[in-house]
């Protein structure tokens, strides 16, 4: 009887705490959202530098909050030539960077981060553009109609090592009727204003050498 009731006691125990560890709280949604880039980041954080930034770039900076104040997501839009550079960061989304310009050139290309598949794939035949950067060659998986082109572009000056540098994610460009629209992932290594200038001159420095072909 002593033994059966220590075990009710254990068992009853065990039960109020799992249901306390385990009760629905405001924080449900931060819960759901967990991705493959460190899940959920209270970006509200970031807000200083981002907004610094805008105002270094002359660019335009929203914060938008869901009704019950639970996410936050930055937008910021900064005025390039031909075009506009947006930058978009949520306490559930990574930092992406989305740029619309307007352009006739005819270029298409794809860059991410090479995982196990790729690389096993390569094994038996999977196409990929090498560039001779040793560093990035072995980083990144580099796929794209126009080889000469798409070196022309990421041999342009400094691209590479601030592709390596702020650690981008991927990469891509693709036509859209009269636009090009390049697309980088970066992910959550972004704190910090001099960072965010990385990014910043890495795609100006990609629509540049776009311009020159």
């Known amino acids: ?121 390569k094994v038996f035949g999977l196409k990929d553009i090498t560039i001779s950067h040793p560093d990035f060659d072995k980083k990144y998986l580099v796929k794209g109609g126009d080889e000469i082109i798409i070196k022309n572009i990421l041999n342009g000056e400094s691209i590479i090592q601030l592709i390596l540098k702020a650690n981008i994610f991927s990469i891509s460009c693709e036509r859209d009727e009269k636009q090009l629209k390049i697309m980088g992932m970066v992910g959550r290594s972004v704190n910090s204003i001099n960072e965010m200038q990385d990014i910043y001159c890495l795609f100006k420095a990609i629509i540049d050498q776009i311009e020159k072909l």
């Open 1 to 121: 009887m002593v033994i059966l009731n220590a075990c009710q006691r254990k068992v009853s125990s065990f039960t109020t705490n799992y249901m306390n560890e385990n009760k629905p709280t405001d924080n449900l949604l931060k819960q759901i959202f967990v991705n493959q880039t460190k899940g959920f980041v209270d970006v509200s954080q970031k807000k200083s530098f981002w907004s610094d930034f805008a105002d270094q770039t002359g660019g335009v900076f929203k914060v938008k909050q869901t009704v019950s104040r639970d996410l936050t997501s930055f937008y910021l839009m900064v005025q390039v030539v031909n075009g506009q550079l947006e930058f978009i960061e949520s306490d559930t989304h990574p930092l992406k960077v989305v740029c619309v310009i307007c352009s006739d050139k005819q270029v298409e290309f794809a860059i991410s981060q090479e995982d196990f598949v790729d690389r096993f794939l």
